[in-house]
């Protein structure tokens, strides 16, 4: 294989497993409104957020929403949540 080939296959690879993290703000296939899912980059890009179905994860969305980082929330934070999602 030449140089560029491996150079391009490289970035194939890194391309192909590019993902986001994104908060759903309506129901799709893949979950309901509020709930934090990891997604393609093109599928965050081109479909979500424009049609204003989902905001990206991050720290000022999380608070725009009132919602918390389940990436961040301690055990006892995760207990609480899950209490008052089920009363």
């Given at each position: 294989?030449?140089?560029?080939?491996?150079?391009?296959?490289?970035?194939?690879?890194?391309?192909?497993?590019?993902?986001?993290?994104?908060?759903?703000?309506s129901?799709?296939?893949?979950?309901?409104?509020?709930?934090?899912?990891?997604?393609?980059?093109?599928?965050?890009?081109?479909?979500?957020?424009?049609?204003?179905?989902?905001?990206?994860?991050?720290?000022?969305?999380f608070?725009?929403?009132?919602?918390?980082?389940?990436?961040?929330?301690?055990?006892?934070?995760?207990?609480?949540?899950?209490?008052?999602?089920?009363?």
């Amino acid at each position: 294989m030449l140089r560029s080939q491996v150079a391009t296959a490289a970035v194939l690879r890194n391309r192909q497993k590019h993902t986001v993290r994104v908060i759903l703000t309506s129901n799709v296939r893949q979950g309901e409104a509020g709930e934090v899912l990891t997604v393609k980059a093109g599928y965050a890009r081109n479909f979500l957020i424009p049609k204003k179905m989902a905001l990206y994860a991050i720290a000022s969305n999380f608070e725009r929403l009132n919602l918390t980082d389940p990436a961040i929330e301690t055990a006892e934070q995760r207990s609480e949540r899950l209490e008052k999602e089920a009363a």
